[in-house]
């Protein structure tokens, strides 16, 4: 038995308002190629000349290609793809020249770092941000690790926001489609204070019906419930120091995108794993074998499921950070990014595509698919430049707390027909297993990166980071209270599987503790960066060493 996801299109229509009062400029002739101007290492350099793999978008062109989420970009950037993870519309599973990480687990990094207004997005949980008022975007592709640290040995995906500005302006964006698709976006840009001070918000609502229909359930999945803002405050406390607030909220809830069974041509022999394949289920649920129900999935459309059991994901980020942006004069600055951010996610699955209950996560159960994460990051940025030569040196401090706990449970009826086993368990079967996980990461870095330019077109680029960690892991196992299982008490444990009288289970049942573990490692590294380039023409730049920092 295999499991696939089922999918369908859908077509939108885009209405959208602006309404401000621009600042006069004056208007120029002539045409002139334009410059892209991008921040991929830390500061701000012409695209052409900088000796990394960069895809770079404007506000507008995000909006001109259809790249609304992050999902987006597998149409939009060569070598990326952007996979939904553990079944759901929410949890990102990004890969660049095919680094990445399916696992989600919160003692497991990704490969690829995501950064939203210069902080990390530690967990994939909600990670598929929506582009709510997105000034650029930048995916950096190939190992990114002196700048931007371990996380990043596929690449690096950075999305800056529109800070807030002098003028006053304001957007309304209504998406009208099919499957009752309303999407509604408010952006709202205040002066408070002339030169001073100026504030920013954003919303963004997304809704639609699903287009995957359960007929067991009566209910439709892969249906789309997200909302999100972003509110900012900045300061011009003088010409040479800015601070930047920026506070975001974004919400998920919404339902999984749906299984369909595939029958499988495995030969399982003739132990557990064929009865479970092809042995008969008991008169009283129907009679077919697992074999017999995969057919009946098979066989429906592509946009039709029977599951038995309904899911959901709800995910809530929350974040905050402070931006001091201080210029020192001589082609010198610092910059400080202080940063906080939590996530909390919640899951329930069917993990069958069966028309009975097997194999779930359920939210009955008290260890469902519960992750809390709190994040801390500090960032000091010193740039500078003396002739020929560029730099940026920089401290970085990272701190990670998570929970995690999670239910796997398998209810449903007694696959094998055994006379033996008295009537009054006639079909219901139940086992389960419940783990918590509990980490702490700590990281500290310091790195150096310089730019030597020599001769007319050649530059040399180095670099060296050194990263100290400690990762902590305590992971604890429960078994359900046999006792508690059923209703009337009445269980009768066999092989890791627990028989009840029918209609007497109870999912509310208690766990007691079964094993502990915990565990921790202290590690570092020097990760050395040499890359040297060449300025073929204006719009050409060679690269013939890599970069070998991971």
């Keep these: 038995m295999k499991t696939f996801r089922a999918s369908r299109n859908t077509l939108a229509l885009s209405i959208s308002v602006t309404l401000s009062c621009p600042v006069a400029l004056a208007q120029e002739s002539g045409f002139a190629l334009e410059e892209i101007v991008v921040t991929a290492r830390k500061r701000e350099e012409n695209l052409q000349q900088t000796p990394i793999a960069v895809s770079a978008f404007s506000g507008e062109q995000l909006a001109r290609s259809g790249i609304f989420n992050i999902s987006d970009f597998n149409k939009a950037v060569p070598g990326m793809e952007v996979q939904a993870g553990n079944g759901v519309a929410g949890v990102a599973n990004i890969y660049i020249r095919g680094v990445g990480q399916r696992n989600t687990e919160p003692n497991v990094d990704s490969g690829v770092g995501i950064y939203l207004d210069g902080v990390y997005i530690s967990r994939a949980d909600g990670a598929l941000l929506d582009m709510n008022d997105v000034g650029s975007v930048q995916v950096l592709r190939g190992p990114q690790g002196t700048l931007f640290g371990k996380n990043t040995t596929g690449g690096a995906l950075l999305i800056e926001t529109n800070r807030p500005s002098e003028e006053l302006e304001g957007k309304v964006s209504v998406t009208l489609g099919n ?23 954003s919303l963004m609502s997304i809704n639609r019906d699903g287009y995957i229909h359960n007929t067991t359930l009566g209910t439709d999945y892969n249906d789309a419930d997200r909302m999100s803002g972003i509110w900012q405050l900045r300061w011009l ?95 010198m600055g610092l910059k400080s990014i202080s940063a906080w951010r939590n996530t909390v996610a919640g899951q329930a699955d069917d993990l069958d595509p069966l028309a009975i209950p097997f194999q779930h996560r359920s939210n009955q159960f008290p260890f469902a698919r519960d992750r809390d994460t709190d994040q801390y990051s500090q960032e000091f940025d010193f740039t500078g430049e003396t002739g020929a030569l560029t730099y940026i040196a920089g401290l970085y401090y990272f701190k990670e707390e998570t929970t995690d706990s999670r239910t796997v449970g398998i209810t449903g009826p007694f696959f094998i027909v055994n006379p033996a086993i008295p009537a009054i368990f006639d079909a219901v079967s139940y086992t389960a297993n419940a783990t918590g996980l509990a980490t702490d990461n700590e990281s500290y870095a310091a790195f150096l990166q310089s730019d030597w330019a020599f001769g007319e077109k050649w530059k040399l680029t180095t670099g060296i980071r050194y990263t100290k960690e400690t990762r902590e892991l305590e992971r604890t196992s429960y078994l359900p209270v046999i006792s508690t299982i059923s209703t009337t008490g009445t269980v009768i444990p066999t092989s890791g599987i627990f028989l009840m009288p029918k209609g007497t289970f109870n999912p509310d049942h208690d766990y007691e503790q079964s094993d502990y573990d915990r565990d921790d490692v202290d590690d570092d590294a020097w990760t050395p960066l040499a890359s040297l380039s060449y300025q073929l023409t204006g719009r050409a730049l060679s690269r013939p060493a890599p970069p070998t920092s991971p």
């Design 237 to 331: 406390a003088s010409e040479n120091l800015s601070a930047d607030l920026n506070l975001n909220y974004a919400k998920t809830r919404q339902r999984p995108r749906g299984l369909q069974c595939s029958p499988s041509s495995e030969n399982f022999g003739s132990g557990w794993l064929a009865t479970l394949q092809n042995g008969a289920i008991k008169p009283s649920h129907g009679g077919k074998s697992v074999e017999d129900l995969c057919l009946d999935s098979a066989a429906t459309d592509k946009d039709t499921i029977i599951q038995d059991l309904g899911g959901g994901y709800d995910a809530e980020n929350k974040g905050a950070s402070v931006t001091l942006d201080w210029d020192l004069g001589d082609n």
């Design 179 to 201: 499957y009752n698709q309303l999407d509604g976006a408010l952006v709202v840009n205040l002066p408070l204070i002339d030169d001073t001070l100026y504030t920013r918000l």
